[in-house]
């Protein structure tokens, strides 16, 4: 059972450039989430789906976008890469309602880079 | 609105001596908390939650934590550490906004365990 998959791993974009970031979940899950975690600020939210077709901003969404065509597929595009967005990305799943009766599945992160 | 406060960035301690990770919260009605643990270049995964039963809450690795109304606190403890523990870990809230009541989660800033032979 692979649980949730990120591709890349790592990626280093100039300014200006735009990349897709993926994210994948073979789990039947209904909530996918997209986090940036950065040094001593925890993980803020940018980007939630509660199900195919279904998305909402979180708390840092400016300069990204999602799109849920499918349960299983939950990318995160940045269209005008700013340094400010260097950034380790974690996408997460549940079963139901954020973790609260069953705990979220994360993949193992996406380090970007942007000089 | 609710948030999470962990006390300390980082904490060192020896191999088979106990652990507390302290975490402090604030929350206008009774909240739900998690311990989630990162180790390195890995996602995170949950160790233990609280949701209005016990408010001692036995996690897996030998992790517990005890929720204090009183002092609205939810540190996690280990008797004795291992070399294994060594990772970045997180107090989480359940936010209960957001359209169709999400449960959006809360983080903490995390705190990095060392632990020395």
């Known amino acids: 059972n692979a649980g949730v998959t990120q591709t890349p791993k790592f990626r280093i974009l100039k300014i200006g450039q735009s990349m897709t970031l993926q994210c994948t979940q073979d789990?039947?899950?209904?909530?996918m989430y997209w986090y940036r975690q950065d040094p001593g600020m925890g993980l803020k939210l940018i980007y939630y789906?509660?199900?195919?077709?279904?998305?909402d901003k979180g708390e840092v969404p400016n300069g990204y976008n999602v799109s849920r065509s499918t349960t299983e597929d939950f990318p995160l595009r940045l269209e005008l890469a700013a340094p400010s967005q260097t950034s380790v990305y974690f996408c997460a799943s549940c079963k139901d309602r954020g973790g609260y009766n069953s705990p979220l599945h994360f993949g193992n992160g996406t380090r970007l880079t942007v000089t | 609105a609710q948030s999470v406060t962990q006390l300390d960035s980082h904490v060192s301690v020896s191999e088979g001596t106990p652990v507390l990770l302290r975490c402090n919260y604030s929350s206008s009605y009774s909240p739900s908390l998690f311990w989630y643990v990162q180790h390195p270049n890995k996602g995170l995964q949950l160790l233990l939650k609280y949701t209005s039963a016990a408010t001692l809450v036995k996690g897996i690795n030998g992790f517990e934590a005890e929720f204090k109304k009183s002092e609205t606190s939810f540190h996690l403890t280990k008797p004795s550490a291992h070399m294994s523990d060594a990772a970045e870990y997180f107090c989480v809230v359940i936010s209960l906004y957001g359209s169709g009541n999400t449960g959006k989660l809360i983080f903490g800033q995390g705190t990095t365990l060392q632990v020395k032979p």
């Open positions: 789990m039947n899950h209904n909530y």
């Open positions: 789906s509660v199900g195919a077709g279904i998305t």
